[in-house]
């Protein structure tokens, strides 16, 4: 499956974006989906995923209540809507897709084989 991000940008803090990746290769519907962000010289970060059915979400604690993931199989597409951001969001963003991630690999980079190109997220204060 090969994946597309967008959606980045730069945005005051408080502000909201909303990021976009496509799927397209296979049945999206049979993958995990998720969004990890890096920062230079840090390791790839998880931050949210939802399992195949679509019915299970994942967070990064920091992120709760301000992040959410979402996807529409028969779109290919998985969103992640970002409202009340922080400059410690910044960072480039990835979307990921893996088959058959277990619950103990939602979270972790090697629960996915599949990987977008970074959106860069920009928070200014």
């Known amino acids: 499956v090969q994946l597309q991000a967008s959606g980045g940008g730069l945005v005051q803090a408080g502000g909201s974006l909303r990021l976009s990746c496509v799927a397209s290769g296979d049945t999206f519907s049979s993958y995990a989906v998720a969004w990890f962000r890096q920062v230079p010289g840090k390791e790839r970060e998880f931050v949210a995923a939802t399992r195949k059915s679509g019915g299970s979400t994942y967070y990064l604690d920091s992120v709760k209540g301000r992040f959410t993931i979402s996807r529409d199989n028969a779109k290919n597409t998985v969103l992640l809507q970002m409202n009340s951001l922080k400059p410690e969001d910044t960072a480039v963003y990835h979307c990921?897709?893996?088959?058959?991630?277990?619950?103990?690999?939602?979270?972790?980079?090697?629960?996915?084989?599949?990987w977008g190109q970074g959106t860069q997220v920009t928070v200014s204060s």
């Open positions: 990921a897709a893996g088959r058959g991630t277990i619950l103990s690999s939602v979270r972790q980079p090697r629960g996915y084989g599949f």
